[in-house]
């Protein structure tokens, strides 16, 4: 039995065009770290549940552990690097690091992307929590993290 044929992909990431042969089902996770050369987008569980590769497909909050690379064909994905413009940390990153909002960095990324879109459209603090809830973090009790964010989004 053969291993399955590599396709090519194609689609946008952080505003450059990227394209590569990679099996179709392949995770968006592995395809960003592996082929794109992207490591800032973290794995933790592996199931959707802890909302460390959470990237931006066509806006989109998504788990890149559960989308195959098939589904990100033509979009555009924006990752933790993609946050940064003109070599300049976003509010948010910036924001986590001076309110100690990160310690392991595992769950950092996903957490940043998901307080971005949060910061989208803002509601009570109790919206915050729950947009953030499907980010886990095992370092922090998380008012640090709640902290960052408000910061962020003051300025």
């Excluded at 592996?46 to 909050?61: H, I, K, S, Y």
């Excluded at 003109?86 to 309110?99: I, T, V």
């Amino acid at each position: 039995m053969s291993a399955p044929a590599e396709e090519k992909s194609s689609f946008v990431i952080n505003g450059k065009s990227w394209s590569g042969a990679v099996h179709p089902l392949k995770r968006l996770l592995d395809t960003i770290r592996e082929d794109v050369g992207l490591t800032g987008t973290k794995e933790g569980c592996g199931e959707g549940e802890c909302g460390a590769c959470t990237v931006f497909l066509d806006g989109q909050v998504v788990m890149s552990c559960m989308v195959p690379t098939c589904q990100a064909e033509g979009k555009q994905i924006t990752t933790i690097e993609g946050l940064a413009e003109n070599g300049r940390l976003h509010p948010m990153q910036e924001s986590f690091a001076q309110e100690g909002g990160a310690q392991c960095g595992i769950c950092t990324p996903g957490m940043i992307m998901a307080a971005v879109a949060y910061a989208r459209d803002p509601g009570s603090a109790e919206d915050m929590r729950e947009a953030l809830a499907g980010n886990l973090c095992r370092c922090t009790g998380y008012i640090r993290i709640f902290e960052a964010v408000k910061k962020a989004m003051a300025k």
